[in-house]
């Protein structure tokens, strides 16, 4: 949400390394662009509303010139409508200060009151030209240089209230000083001896150096070339070690796709594969998780599992509530993040709170497990980002191996977390004796097998099919998804991925309860999705089917349940495997087809309107 990117360089131009990072984070949201670089003279801002796009075109108009400094933003907008003047960065009075930020100055509308009384005068209506407004005012009076820079930087942090991440570019009597300061929201730098770099997420520096550094809440970082200096929340310098970051920067293109999506949605035999193949030990019918992890006395000590996600990660977590209960026996409770906190939630001795996130920076599914872990919860994340707070703050953490996902409608993250979960149920099964070695053993053996049947939903066949499923029916009034057991929450992300893409209006429902009120809305211009793996539900979904079609329902049937295809209009057949992997079967047609649906419709497929992939605000 909002993308930040900063650069000092030792000689050189900046804004070329600005653009492109900013293309990166464009993912975080896209409603306008903005760049700012050092001059001897001050700062010299270019930004435009609108895609990056924009911004590039106004900058080869404008002949903006070569600067060793500068700062980017790309924003998701919060305070203000999306337009030139509440685009960032946004500057002080004294023109040697740029802004960019990420997040929320809560108190932003008091501080604003207090600088109009002394006669500040705002040109947006932005909380960050309040911020900047007030540094630059505090910078004046402490002096002209860096450490007067950052005593003005001390001044006004307390006096904020809310979560941000600021990238400060200012121009000194010395030369340009680039700070970043951390309350919330991700902010990661990389030092090499050619310059300093600071993005909102480890993409945006990866392209310099694969060695970061995650700051952390309270954190004051100057950099530049060869140097990172990081004061802390008390005010005293620290050290914070550099991360390894495994992915390769060529990660997060496109490839030969249209879309990061499609490419994303192609990933997925790999990506399960690399998320869950290393860590089954088919020997013993068991998982092993690095480091010794969920070990036998960790796993039998929790009494109880509380699931914590937002969007699309919950979906993941409602079926791995299937799995938990299912294979352990242990009883587990799931809930939007933005919820959890706002029940009075109950967590009883022995709950292990499970936060499933993509990104591991989602301030909902942060905000909610660290009430958790107040309310005596152990805590644990199935998670993307090594590195991430989400990471970092958990007791422990199971990563996906997804790599970069750039795509805002999340897919191959989404298998992924569904994998780690089995591992995780079968795990926790087996260290209380849940699930006998040869049953684990049987189950572990489909996963490791299941690669092939994943492909065989990628061929150009399989595609087909899902394709000619949207051309059928992108132009239908809407859309209901439905599902039982595990793949009850198979068909919410079916209906989500729609949303989120094609601007459809679309449902998930869990199939026996359609007859208890949505039925009514069923008429030859809905188009029903059913998703029937064979097993123990086949046969009652089969009976949804039928009561469906019989009110003039068109449906189409996804799944291993070949007679559910035999009784509906179209069907997307899908390998057969246990039910309790099914998920990551019937899940990829359904991505495919709102993918196609799309694509029909014109969308914009990797930047859907009004939404960001990394949500960083509550
Ligand atoms: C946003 C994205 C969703 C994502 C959700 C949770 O709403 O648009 O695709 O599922 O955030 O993100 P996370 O990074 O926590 O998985």
């Known amino acids: 949400m909002c993308g930040i990117v900063g650069a000092l360089l030792r000689s050189g131009s900046v804004t070329e390394g600005l653009i492109e990072g900013l293309s990166v984070l464009e993912y975080r949201g896209y409603d306008s662009a903005g760049v700012a670089v050092a001059r001897e003279q001050g700062v010299e801002v270019c930004k435009r509303s609108g895609r990056l796009a924009n911004l590039e075109n106004a900058l080869r108009e404008s002949g903006f010139g070569a600067s060793p400094a500068g700062i980017g933003h ?227 000590s929790i009494e109880r599992v509380q699931i914590l996600a937002c969007g699309t990660a919950l979906h993941a977590g409602q079926i791995a509530r299937y799995l938990i209960e299912g294979l352990a026996g242990i009883p587990v409770d799931f809930d939007f993040a933005s919820e959890f906190r706002y029940r009075q939630p109950r967590v009883v001795e022995g709950t292990l709170a499970l936060a499933i996130t993509q990104s591991g920076e989602t301030a909902d599914t942060l905000a909610a497990t660290r009430l958790a872990r107040e309310l005596g919860a152990r805590t644990t994340a199935i998670c993307n980002v090594a590195g991430s707070t989400q990471v970092r703050e958990s007791d422990a953490a199971i990563l996906t191996h997804a790599g970069p996902e750039v795509g805002v409608a999340s897919t191959k993250a989404f298998t992924a977390q569904v994998a780690a979960a089995i591992l995780l149920a079968v795990r926790l099964a087996r260290s209380r004796g849940a699930l006998p070695e040869h049953k684990a053993r049987e189950l572990l053996e489909e996963l490791r097998m299941i690669r092939p049947k994943v492909e065989s939903l990628l061929t150009d066949a399989a595609i087909a099919r899902c394709r000619a499923v949207a051309r059928q029916h992108a132009g239908k009034r809407g859309f209901l998804f439905l599902g039982r057991g595990i793949n009850f929450p198979v068909a919410l992300e079916g209906a989500l991925k729609l949303k989120e893409i094609a601007y459809v209006h679309a449902e998930g429902y869990a199939a026996g309860e359609m007859k208890h009120g949505p039925i009514a809305l069923v008429d030859n211009d809905m188009a029903i999705l059913v998703i029937n793996a064979a097993g123990a539900v086949a046969e009652k979904t089969r009976a949804n089917i039928e009561q469906t079609k019989a009110r003039g329902g068109v449906m189409i049937s996804v799944g291993s349940d070949d007679a559910s295809h035999a009784i509906a209009a179209m069907s997307v057949p899908v390998p057969v495997t246990s039910e309790w992997l099914s998920p990551l079967l019937n899940s990829i047609p359904l991505q495919l087809v709102a993918y196609h649906i799309a694509e029909i419709r014109g969308c914009d497929i990797d930047k859907p309107r009004n939404l960001a992939k990394s949500v960083t605000v509550e």
């Open 74 to 300: 790309t924003r998701w907008a919060t305070h203000g409508e999306p337009s030139d003047s509440n685009a960032h960065p946004h500057t002080g009075r004294s023109g040697r200060l740029a802004v960019v930020h990420n997040g929320i100055i809560e108190n932003h509308v008091e501080l604003k009151r207090e600088l109009l009384s002394a006669g500040e005068s705002f040109t947006s209506e932005t909380d960050t030209e309040v911020l900047a407004r007030m540094i630059d005012r505090h910078w004046v009076e402490e002096g002209d240089d860096e450490d007067a820079l950052l005593r003005a930087v001390a001044r006004v942090v307390p006096r904020l209230k809310g979560y941000y991440a600021l990238a400060l570019l200012a121009t000194t009597p010395r030369g340009p000083v680039l700070v970043a300061v951390r309350q919330g929201p991700p902010l990661v730098v990389g030092v090499t001896e050619d310059g300093g770099f600071l993005s909102s997420d480890q993409l945006g520096v990866l392209p310099r150096t694969r060695d970061v550094v995650f700051l952390e809440d309270g954190d004051v970082a100057r950099v530049g070339p060869g140097r990172l200096q990081v004061t802390d929340a008390r005010g005293v310098e620290v050290v914070r070690e550099a991360t390894t970051i495994a992915w390769d920067p060529s990660d997060s293109g496109k490839g030969k796709y249209p879309h990061h999506m499609l490419k994303e949605i192609h990933e997925q035999p790999d990506v399960i594969a690399r998320t869950a193949f290393d860590r089954i030990d088919l020997g013993a019918g068991d998982v092993r998780f690095e480091g010794g992890a969920f070990d036998d006395a960790f796993c039998r």
